[in-house]
Each structure stands twice: as structure tokens, then as C-alpha cells.
């Protein structure tokens, strides 16, 4: 049986900060920056982001690219990412690339209390397409059974038509439908907002997992907004990264930022943890 406790705050919730931005945290930076960050400087500003806001969430989700050093400074639950950032974009879909050198054998050795892959799906798209992006998702399924570790699989369902944000609900129903699935061995689904209540409601109804919320990046607020809904709707927490933080990336002095982070980063997941009590 996996141990999904370490997982989980006292009242049963998932509550997962999610550190393992690689591309758009490096591009945010650089922005910033207005030149290209180092690894060391990326990796710095990770580490204010734990040391600010790291006791607060059951978990923390990191990359395996700048984040390797940091296990040490994660006070509870360690999640690690074992796809590469970005995607191969087709004609008719987009395809996940596994980080090279890593994966679930090597998260477990780090320390790695769970495993998650982030499966970019969309039921539109061609069939060679999805048969790969299932293959992958399966193939993570049964090295975490292996290691008998738990798997937090996230899809995140793309644009592929002009009627997209119209079938956007149905989309994200049917894709957690798909990787529901026994032969997938997922512990914990990873969904973006399917749009309303109902549609929450669905997804609970359709899955045997208990699901999180991902913020995809919005702001703040909004994402607040859609986890009070998607509570009401089934869902058993979050998980958040650029919604809490990425404000303090716009901030160059490293003082600065950390002030940001210890009140208003601080008081962004503070919010999200009263939502799911």
C-alpha cells in the first residue's frame, strides 16, 4: 500500500507547492534580470521561496534540473518531476519528453516521497499522438508501482480548434476519465479548472483518485477563486506555484523579494490553505 500521508496535512488535504517550473521561471528571471539567470541564481531564488514559504503546504514539488541540492531544505512531503520542461509541438497534438538521466529509480534515491509526470493531452488530437502520451503516462505508472512510491499524474489539456474554450469542460472530463484508468496506477490526479461547479462535480464523480488543483500560472486571485469552486466540487487541494510566487520574481533586489515573499507570498498560501479546510 502507498503511503499517501506524507502527502497530506492533518486534515487529510493535499496542500503541494510546486517548484519544478524550469522554463518559465527561467524566463520570468531573466526578464527580470535583463540577462540570462545562472543555474546558481535560479536555484537561489528557489531557495527563498522554500525557506519563506516552505513549512506552510504538506509538500513541495521540485525539478531535478536546479532543484537537486534543496531536498535538505524541504521540511515535509518531496515530490519530484520526471518529465522535461516544454513539449515537442506536431501537426496535430504535442508530445512529453522525459528529463534525460532521470526518472522515477533516481527520484526515490533523492529522497522523493512521490513521483509526478505532466502528460500535455488533448482527446482531438491525432491517435499516434495520445498512444504516445499514454504509453509514457503508463510506463511512469509502473516503475512508481515498482517502487511502489505514489503518482501524482497531471494532464493539462491543450488548444487544437477554434471551438476549444467552448468544449473545454468536456475536454478535461474525458481526458480524467482517460487516465483514470487502473492500467495508468495514478494515486492522485493533477486537473486545471474545468470552468464551473458542475463540471468539478463530474470529474469527482468520474475518477476513483482524489484530484488536485493546478494554477497554470493565473493570477492569484483567480486561481483562489476557481479552488473555492473546485473544493465545492470534489477537489482534495492544490497544487500551486506561479499563482502564489511569481510576483516576487518581478522583484531584482534579493532583499526586496525576500520581503515579498515572507508577507505577501506567505499571506498567498495562507488564503489557499483556509480554502481547503
Known amino acids: ?8 496535512n ?12 524550469r522554463g518559465s521561471f527561467l524566463r520570468a528571471y531573466n526578464k527580470t534580470l535583463s540577462k540570462k539567470a545562472t543555474k546558481k541564481q535560479i536555484r537561489e531564488a528557489k531557495a527563498r521561496i522554500i525557506k519563506s514559504i516552505g513549512k506552510y503546504p504538506s509538500a513541495i514539488l521540485l525539478d531535478p534540473v536546479y532543484s537537486l541540492p534543496l531536498t535538505k531544505s524541504v521540511p515535509k512531503g518531496l515530490l519530484f ?14 508530445k512529453t519528453v522525459l528529463q534525460p538521466k532521470w526518472g522515477v529509480k533516481q527520484a526515490v534515491k533523492k529522497g522523493a516521497d512521490a513521483v509526478k509526470i505532466n502528460i500535455l493531452y488533448n482527446p482531438n488530437a491525432s491517435k499516434d499522438i495520445k498512444d504516445h502520451q499514454k504509453k509514457l503516462a503508463e510506463k511512469i505508472g509502473k516503475q512508481c508501482k515498482k517502487h511502489n512510491i505514489p503518482y501524482l499524474l497531471e494532464f493539462v489539456v491543450y488548444p487544437l480548434r477554434k471551438d476549444f474554450q467552448k468544449n473545454l469542460s ?8 482517460e487516465f483514470s484508468k487502473k492500467k495508468y496506477n495514478a494515486d492522485i490526479l493533477k486537473i486545471q479548472y474545468p470552468g464551473s461547479l458542475k463540471a468539478c462535480k463530474d470529474i469527482t464523480k468520474s475518477i476513483h483518485q482524489p484530484w488536485v488543483l493546478l494554477t497554470a500560472g493565473i493570477p492569484f486571485k483567480e486561481f483562489a477563486k ?3 469552486i473546485a473544493k465545492k466540487g470534489g477537489c482534495s487541494g492544490f497544487t500551486a506555484g506561479r499563482a502564489i510566487w511569481q510576483d516576487a520574481l518581478k522583484i531584482k533586489s534579493i532583499k526586496k523579494q525576500k520581503d515579498w515573499l515572507n508577507t505577501k ?3 498567498n498560501i495562507k ?3 483556509r480554502i481547503m479546510k
Open 226 to 228: 476557481q479552488l473555492r
Open 1 to 8: 500500500m502507498k503511503d499517501l500521508t506524507k502527502l497530506q
Open 265 to 267: 507570498g506567505v499571506k
Open 81 to 94: 518531476c520526471v518529465e522535461k520542461s516544454g513539449y515537442i509541438e506536431k501537426p496535430r497534438g504535442r
Open 10 to 21: 492533518k486534515q487529510g488535504r493535499y496542500t503541494i507547492l510546486a517548484l519544478d517550473q
Open 170 to 177: 468536456n475536454l478535461i472530463i474525458k481526458s480524467a476519465k
Open 271 to 273: 488564503t489557499l490553505l
